[in-house]
């Protein structure tokens, strides 16, 4: 059984920049990824990365502001954002499956965390 622990969600002012964090243990080899939820509105995807840290996948949108990336230790898993603005107010949730591909879906991922709340502030 795979847990997921996520870290670093704050209130922050538009133009700033955060990095999240968010620690795996129970599994080997999962890929793993961030979705969003804002106020309303549906979970959605925002990046993705292999197990072994060489694929990432991006929501286009995310794609020039955020950079997911591994530690050192395997199980630990990045979410660096820059340039925030309310628009990326949402719960960010850390996201695991044992499928081998980055593709990550609310249909194939199998483990959540229980989400860190990001706030930004105009």
């Known amino acids: 059984q795979v847990q997921l622990v996520e870290s670093g969600g704050e209130t922050v002012q538009a133009g700033d920049s955060l990095r999240l964090s968010c620690a795996a243990s129970?599994?080997?080899?999962?890929?793993m990824g961030w979705f969003r939820q804002a106020p309303g509105k549906e979970r959605e995807f925002v990046a993705a990365?292999?197990?072994?840290?060489?694929?990432?996948r991006y929501a286009r949108p995310m794609k020039e502001r955020f950079t997911i990336s591994k530690g050192n230790a395997r199980n630990i898993m990045y979410l660096q954002m820059i340039n925030l603005t309310p628009q990326d107010t949402a719960v960010y949730t850390c996201?695991?499956?044992?499928?081998?591909?980055?593709?990550?879906?609310?249909?194939?991922?199998?483990?959540w965390g229980r989400g860190t709340q990001v706030t930004v502030s105009a």
């Open positions: 990365i292999s197990w072994d840290g060489t694929t990432t």
């Open positions: 996201a695991a499956t044992e499928q081998p591909t980055v593709i990550l879906t609310t249909n194939n991922v199998k483990y």
């Open positions: 129970g599994g080997t080899n999962i890929n």
